[in-house]
């Protein structure tokens, strides 16, 4: 035996240890990210790009081309990360989706073979086309100065016939579209909801996602265990018959606050367990300070980004509320905002600065009100914007350096405030329709874009966008298409990920859109997209065995048929309680169903002659006046009561008895 395993050992050792083995198939990556591309019509387009219909066409052909490669490995993904370098302005020109405005750039040299197709292989020798020949690939990244000794230019060529003025407000509009990294390129949704998803927290790791809708339940969505089906991991309902308004992680991420439209907010923890919920003030008490919390619905909340015990709601009961975690039975602080006439205005929306030592509350009147947390302070405000705008406060931004306050509202515009210059904003963009109070903003990573998105409107052809801004010009960069027949309602731009979540919905349905791109974004979608579904095993089907045995114990006998002991005992009116059927027919004397005579003895009797019944024979006057004589004599009722009193009556003689006397 020792010989045969020696010689089957030595056999086996001139094999390779893969053979024998069955290999599962896997899908490359490249083949994975393509199926996720969005479409040519929902990438990003520069505004001032619809007045050159080539440029766009050009951007789209150089974002949706990748490299013909077979590799399923990562070495793919790493090889056009590689070709990215971040150094380079043109990063964002590919990674954006920006459209090129005016016509290419002057070709990379690439070599095709007779059929036309890019040859796969090391790179032959470059060959010199003319300048009228098609792009091919990506664009090239931008050069250095104009002038160089090499000839080349920034940004793409200019037509010989288009003046100075038009190639010089063309140029400044690619610079602006190519300076930002935009992941645009690929797109998931997450479904699951059936109204609109009105509320987002994605935590700091960028590993779980939450969505709240108005469907009233709140989905929760693991990235690590999530497979290309992205379907829920648990669902949650924390109020039932009311809308999530807001979801908020701590900053440790161990648990989250969810807002709803009750007067209590709840904490739950990682994995979707309350942890608590807030006390409900008396809403027969008229000072908001007496009570020990929102006595109406809440309209927003977010949690201390820097203490994890700490956390803002705000109400329509006209207050803002800090609350400590540890202590869910009274507040820590009660704040009512300045008013111009007393009366209960609802408090919209609320947020931190970056450093959690100033609030910001959006107020019903339209005017946004500030609070700086230090000693001895109280409810009225450090700075008080009166009608930042016309309508209702949607969302509040702060940005990192505490200078910058973006405030979102349903008049449908986005204004830029300046804390250091209250009066007026630095700029409004106006032609923004905004149908959801938590239409919110973000910021991007860099701090150089923010972006927030529209509304649908039947009159609009546009549908939901996402529009991006930039902090410094303060000028509109592009638009994203995300949904033709539904609004965008909440944003983000996750650093960490480097992916841009958006909210989308309607009264029918609702989800989350995330945009990456494979050479900028990093984990996140880009784990679950390439985890396929485990295929179903013969493990998952149980069946169930039915044992046919006559003669087996009477705990396994089939039940017997009881169906002729139900209809013999239907037909017993004792058993069955039958009720007793109404009695019809004729009858004698007024009653139904009653003969002369209702015994035996009296039907005897009767027919015996010796019960003779006269009255149905005499005269009904007659028989009254039997008892004239009887009365009279010897009253019994009322007649003694007034015997002495009552007068004699004196009756009218008829006329022919007159007669007769005369």
């Not at 010199?128 to 990244?141: C, L, S, Y």
């Not at 959801?436 to 609009?460: C, H, K, M, V």
Request: charged share 25%; proline share 8%; with cysteine.
């Amino acid at each position: 035996m020792e010989d045969e395993a020696d010689i089957y050992d030595g056999v086996r050792a001139q094999f390779p240890l893969s053979f024998g083995k069955q290999s599962k198939s896997q899908t490359s990556l490249e083949v994975i990210h393509n199926a996720t591309r969005r479409s040519s019509s929902n990438l990003s387009s520069n505004p001032s790009s619809s007045s050159n219909p080539s440029a766009t066409t050009t951007g789209i052909k150089s974002t949706n081309e990748l490299p013909p490669m077979s590799s399923s490995s990562k070495a793919w993904l790493r090889s056009l990360r590689d070709s990215k370098n971040p150094n380079h302005d043109a990063t964002a020109d590919r990674g954006g989706g920006a459209s090129t405005i005016g016509p290419p750039r002057p070709p990379l040299p690439v070599e095709s073979d007779e059929d036309g197709g890019v040859m796969v292989g090391p790179p032959r020798p470059p060959v010199e086309e003319d300048d009228d020949g098609a792009m091919i690939g990506p664009p090239p990244p931008p050069p250095g100065e104009e002038g160089d000794d090499d000839g080349e230019m920034i940004g793409p060529p200019r037509p010989s016939h288009l003046g100075a003025s038009s190639a010089e407000d063309d140029s400044d509009e690619d610079e602006v579209g190519n300076r930002f990294c935009i992941p645009l390129s690929n797109e998931i949704v997450l479904k699951g909801h059936t109204k609109v998803v009105s509320a987002l927290a994605v935590d700091h790791t960028g590993s779980r996602v939450l969505s709240g809708s108005y469907d009233y339940t709140v989905r929760m969505y693991d990235f690590q265990g999530m497979n290309s089906r992205l379907q829920s991991f648990r669902q949650l309902e924390p109020f039932e018959g009311h809308q999530v308004r807001n979801l908020s992680w701590s900053p440790s991420a161990d648990r989250f606050l969810c807002v709803t439209g009750s007067a209590q907010a709840k904490i739950y923890d990682r994995d979707g367990l309350t942890l608590g919920e807030f006390v409900k003030g008396d809403m027969y008490i008229r000072d908001l300070k007496n009570t020990k919390g929102h006595i109406t619905g809440l309209t927003c909340g977010e949690w201390h980004p820097k203490t994890k015990e700490t956390i803002l709601t705000s109400s329509e009961d006209g207050s803002l509320r800090i609350w400590d975690v540890n202590d869910f039975k009274s507040q820590k602080q009660v704040i009512k905002p300045k008013l111009a006439r007393p009366g209960r205005v609802p408090v919209t929306t609320c947020a931190w600065d970056r450093e959690g030592k100033c609030i910001a509350g959006g107020i019903g009147d339209g005017s946004i009100q500030l609070w700086s947390i230090k000693p001895g302070w109280g409810s009225r405000p450090d700075v008080y914007i009166d009608k930042g705008h016309s309508e209702d406060i949607t969302g509040l931004k702060f940005s990192s350096d505490g200078r910058i306050l973006l405030s979102r509202s349903f008049d449908g515009s986005l204004k830029v405030w300046d804390l250091r210059k209250i009066k007026e904003p630095l700029k409004a963009f106006e032609d923004l329709p905004n149908n959801y109070g938590q239409t919110n903003i973000a910021f991007s990573p860099d701090e150089q874009l923010f972006l927030t998105g529209t509304s649908f409107e039947r009159e609009s052809s546009s549908g939901g966008l996402l529009c991006f801004y930039d902090r410094t010009n303060l000028e509109l960069v592009s638009r994203v298409g995300i949904s033709p027949t539904c609004s965008v309602v909440q944003c983000a731009w996750h650093p960490k990920l480097n992916q841009i979540f958006a909210t989308v919905g309607d009264k029918s349905q609702g989800g989350t859109h995330i945009l990456y791109d494979p050479t900028l974004s990093e984990k996140g979608a880009l784990v679950c997209v390439a985890r396929a579904p485990r295929k179903k095993s013969i493990d998952d089907f149980e069946a169930k065995p039915v044992v046919h045995n006559p003669h087996a114990l009477p705990l396994f006998r089939d039940q017997p048929s009881r169906k002729r002991q139900r209809e013999k005992i239907l037909k017993d009116p004792m058993k069955s309680h039958k009720p007793e059927l109404p009695i019809t027919g004729p009858g004698f004397g007024g009653r139904v169903g009653v003969s002369q005579g209702s015994l035996l003895t009296q039907y005897l009797m009767k027919q015996g002659g010796m019960i003779k019944e006269t009255w149905m024979e005499e005269d009904p006057r007659e028989a009254i006046l039997k008892f004239a004589d009887v009365a009279a004599k010897d009253p019994k009722f009322i007649a003694p009561a007034y015997a002495q009193t009552q007068p004699e009556p004196v009756f009218q003689t008829s006329d022919s008895d007159e007669e007769e006397k005369q």
